[in-house]
Structure formats: structure tokens, C-alpha cells
């Protein structure tokens, strides 16, 4: 008689696909080193693939492309075992209870760094701004000071004198001073026929051109100087130059990158303010300021040596 028990049929459970990995291992009596050896890979992570402990493979992708691997290493169906992996990896992802650092940062939001140090630097940037604008203020006004006081005090010591009159002079041309130079010296000559007549014009010695004159009875008179003196300034100043006789030759207020040039009888005095911003030139040559600079005016005197 048949039983119940007879009929039935054992169900034999499949084993999973970290097992079957093993048992086509040590079928092939292949060590873990020498299959570690072969994959390129640690024994940690072969046995990691056989126990099934995905969780240690550094995610899906790793563990999917190890897997892979392996089975193709071992000649088994890849297709096949690539589905069953697929389903245990769901399974025990589902199983493993969340870890402690994705539940507080689940928690937590994100704090905005990117906010705060765009905010900072634009403080930043703001008050660098800011202080450069209230330097350049001060500069400007200071300036401003300086050229008021100066001017101040000039039209209580000239109150008659117009500064902007006077305050282009052109140089003469190297012709135009020898004509002044010859009508000086025939004026020169004509005095001196007065003052002393006509016995004693034999002391006298005057060239055919008129350009060179040699008076013995009058040697202690000194010649005339006529220099050339350039101004370049890079910002606002005021300047004064007088010449030997103390005639005022140029009395303003020069624009930044504006160039001036005169000539006068030698020896030149010279006041200039902001003088740390002017280039001298005195006869085609450069002069400094510096030693005979106070509180940033400058003041000398231009002589022509000999």
C-alpha cells in the first residue's frame, strides 16, 4: 500500500550563487590565492563574492562587475548567475538595517558653505572697495586744501598780478635770442658811447656781425643766461618760476599729463607743489626735487654753471 508519505516528492533547495561560485571552485581545486591572483583581486574580496557579503564590495556596481568575473573565470553561466545575483543583492540590501551615517544625514540638512562664502567674499570685496574710494577722497581733498591755501596766499602778496594772464610762455627760438642778444648788445653800445664819448671808443672792441662785444672799461658786467626749464607733471599742481630779475615768468595751477616749457634769464627760482608727482628738466636735463622737498613742496634754485 502507498503512503502518503511515498508520495511525496523531496524538493531539493537550490544553493545560491555565492556557493556555487565555491563549489565550481574547489571542483576546479582552485585555491582563493590563486584565484585572487588571476582576478587581479584580494582574497578578502573573493571570499566576500563566495559568502554572499555584498555589503563589503563597495556597492553594486563593484560587486556586479567582481561577480562577473568570477564566473567567467570558472566557465559558469554568466546570464543565469548574473539574474540570481541580481536578486540576492535586492534581498540583502532590504535585510541590512540602515547605517547610523545615512540616518543623521537624512536628518541633518546640508549646510549652505557655498552660500556663507559667497556672502564673505562679497563683504569682502565691498569694503576693500569702499576703503580705496574713501583713500582717493582724502588724496583729492587734501589736494584741493593745499591749492587753496597756496593760491590764498599768493593773491595777498600779488593782489594786482592775474596768474592765467602769464600763464603760457613760449620759449624763444634759437634765431629769436640771437636777434634779442645783437639788440641788446647795439643798445648796450650806444650807452656806452654816451657815457664815456668819443676819445675813449678806441677801448672798445665790437665785431663785424655785431655778436661779440669786449668792453674794457665796463669788465665787471656779467653775461646774460637764457635756460630752458621743463615741467611733467602726473597730477594737479601749482607751480611759480621767477627769473634773475625776480619777474614772475609762470604763476598757475598745472593739469595732470599737461607739459609746460619757458625760458628765462638764469639764475630760475622755482616753488612747486606735489613735487613727488613733477619731472624737472633743467637745459635738456633731468633735476630732483627731492632734497628740497617739505611737506611736498618743493623749492630751489636753477643755475647754469659755467
Known amino acids: 500500500m502507498v503512503t502518503e508519505a511515498d508520495e511525496i516528492k523531496a524538493v531539493e533547495i537550490e544553493p545560491s550563487v555565492g556557493k556555487r561560485l565555491r563549489l565550481m571552485r574547489e571542483s576546479k581545486n582552485f585555491s582563493v590565492a590563486e584565484v585572487a591572483v588571476q582576478l587581479r583581486l584580494t582574497k578578502d574580496t573573493i571570499l566576500n563574492l563566495e559568502n554572499q557579503q555584498w555589503h563589503k564590495l563597495h556597492g553594486r556596481a563593484y560587486a556586479r562587475g567582481y561577480f562577473s568575473s568570477y564566473t567567467k573565470l570558472l566557465g559558469l553561466p554568466e546570464n543565469e548567475l548574473l539574474a540570481a545575483f541580481n536578486v540576492e543583492y535586492k534581498l540583502s540590501e532590504a535585510e541590512l538595517p540602515p547605517s547610523p551615517h545615512s540616518l543623521n544625514s537624512a536628518n541633518k540638512k546640508a549646510f549652505p558653505w557655498m552660500a556663507v562664502i559667497f556672502l564673505l567674499l562679497a563683504s569682502l570685496l565691498t569694503g576693500f572697495a569702499y576703503i580705496q574710494w574713501q583713500q582717493s577722497e582724502d588724496s583729492d581733498s587734501d ?59 678806441s677801448n672798445l672792441q665790437v665785431d663785424v656781425d655785431g655778436q661779440a662785444l669786449s668792453v674794457e672799461s665796463v669788465a665787471d658786467e656779467k653775461p646774460i643766461v637764457v635756460a630752458l626749464l621743463e615741467l611733467y607733471p602726473l597730477q594737479d599742481c601749482w607751480v611759480e618760476v621767477s627769473d634773475a630779475s625776480d619777474t614772475v615768468l609762470l604763476y598757475k595751477t598745472i593739469k595732470a599729463n599737461e607739459s609746460v616749457s619757458l625760458t628765462g634769464t638764469a639764475p630760475l627760482s622755482v616753488k612747486l607743489g606735489s613735487a613727488a608727482s613733477v619731472t624737472v628738466k633743467f637745459n635738456d636735463a633731468l ?8 611737506n611736498g613742496v618743493a623749492s630751489f634754485t636753477l643755475e647754469v654753471k659755467s
Open 287 to 294: 633735476f630732483d626735487t627731492t632734497p628740497f622737498t617739505s
Open 143 to 201: 589736494l584741493i586744501d593745499e591749492n587753496t591755501q597756496w593760491q590764498q596766499s599768493n593773491e595777498n602778496q600779488q593782489p594786482e598780478y592775474d596768474a592765467f594772464d602769464a600763464s603760457v610762455v613760449e620759449p624763444l627760438s634759437p634765431t629769436e635770442n640771437l636777434q634779442q642778444e645783437q639788440s641788446n648788445n647795439a643798445s648796450s653800445t650806444d650807452e656806452i658811447e654816451q657815457s664815456i664819448g668819443n676819445d675813449e671808443l
